[in-house]
């Protein structure tokens, strides 16, 4: 068979049958693209079919005796056999595999110049030598705890200028240096399995797996092969030429390249699931677009005292500008002065002075409850009240000391509920149906303290994994201090409750350190990999 012909049989392809990564470059192809394997001489793919055809009934050929009688590289043999499965039945390859033993580079020296240990028991002089001294000596850092172990050589503690090295034997025999040379001399097997190990721990063998093929005729085999045609050209259908011509089979199991996309961040999968279980419970969302919020709104609607330590420097990041905010409700932050100096509602209030200054302070909200505010202060604007029910997941920032579990900006969910008679079984009912659209059942309620809500509580659930209860929200019923002021009938009733966004989702991926979920410290390719959000499994 001419080169011309077989390189051409072997010429690159793509989804038709075969790997063009393993295929050889013909005269007069183009060059291999990058990552392909490098350029193959056509006459090793004839030379291997020529020598498997003089094989006869044989059975077939060891790939590294083959590359061996060859002359060439077993790689480059085993590209042939590759680019000659690509042609179909033409010839057929086993893979193997088999270990053998090979000296390591300090195997080579200790063969070449003898054990650490026998070299340093051949340079100690009859009357010893100072032990500072015998380190430095061939093979003495390496050789000496084995010399010992050997007992060719003591350790005198007591001797005059300090502790002396003395040969205890007249003469040694180095066996590790012949154990390492019946290994070159490829007798390995015949080393008991003891010494091999010895040899191994010391880093002196490597046990090395060698692959293979055993490489047979095929039920197509040639010596010559002709080539099979890639694409149906218009010339072949014009001619008819394509009714004589051998196609390769089409691959359809190949891939092509994955389109580039987008990925979402576990972050927003949870928070789209979480945004789902609320829809489906009939609530509405809320704007939460002002991130900015004066303190009006933040502390004062919600009933929080301006002396309160939640708005002290240390928890809350206050802007310098715009430090003040333009204007405030004018009839409502009158109710809102009163209701904290004076008290009102049934309320005796907190009994200080009100300063409007201090509401006017621009911040970077701590919780979404400020909307939850303006939304109940918008529904007390309608003419007709009517129930409704409000839900937010948005973004929040407080000055926290950054560690594991904590940042200075985290996402909050919030959940309000406004009728009339709600009370605080409706609270748990409430509570209990959202948790377990979460996968949450089992659930206890702790009586807690919270400013703006009478009663409050801490929802906790049972952590399978951790096997204890872990506290996973907080709920409670709005003040009346904070309803009435804004408008809201006498009669109507707010619950509400809220949570985390990061803490469910670090549970779900399995995330440990919130940074790893939030900032500069994520790994991207943690965003590519991680699956779809499930909160009920």
Known sequence: MAPSTLSAALAPHSRWGGSPAALPAGPGSL???????PAMAPSVAERLLERLDRAGGSGGLCSIEAAAALGVDHQTLVGAVKSLQAL????????RAATRWELSPEGEEVLRDGSPEVRLFRSLPEEGLPQAEAMKLPGGSLGFSKAMANKWVRLDKGAPGGPRVLPVVP???????????????GEAQALPERERAELKRRKLLLEVTLKSYWIRKGSAFSTAVARPETELTPEMIATGSWRQLPFKPYNFSSLGLPPACGHLHPLLKVRSELRQIFLEMGFTEMPTDNFVESSFWNFDALFQPQQHPARDQ???FFLLDPAEAPQLPPGYTSKVKKVHSQGGYGSQGYRYEWKVEEARKNLLRTHTTSASARALFRLARQEKFSPVKY??????????????????????VEGVVADRGLTLGHL?????QFFTKL????????????P???????????????????????????????????????????IAWGLSLERPTMIKYGINNIRELVGHRVNLQMVYDSPLCRLDV
Not at 31 to 37: F, H, I, Q, V
Not at 88 to 95: D, P, S
Not at 439 to 450: C, E, H, T, V, W
Not at 456 to 477: A, D, I, P, Q, T
């Open 314 to 316: 240390h928890d809350t």
């Open 171 to 185: 003469s040694v025999q180095d066996t590790v240096q012949e154990h390492l040379g019946q290994v070159r001399a």
């Open 391 to 412: 839900f937010s997941i948005d973004r929040v920032f407080r000055n926290e000391s950054l560690d594991a579990t904590h940042l200075a900006e985290f996402h909050q």
């Open 88 to 95: 179909g039945e033409v010839i057929e390859a086993e893979a």
């Open 428 to 432: 748990m009912g409430i509570l209990r």
């Open 31 to 37: 060059p291999a693209g990058p990552g392909s394997l």
């Open 452 to 494: 703006y809500t009478e009663p409050s509580m801490e929802v906790f659930s049972y952590h399978e994994g951790l096997k204890k209860w872990v506290e996973v929200g907080n709920s409670g019923v709005f003040r009346p201090e904070l309803l009435l002021p804004m408008g809201l009938p006498e009669n109507v009733s707010v």
């Open 439 to 450: 996968g949450i059942s089992q659930l206890r309620f702790k009586p807690a303290y919270n």
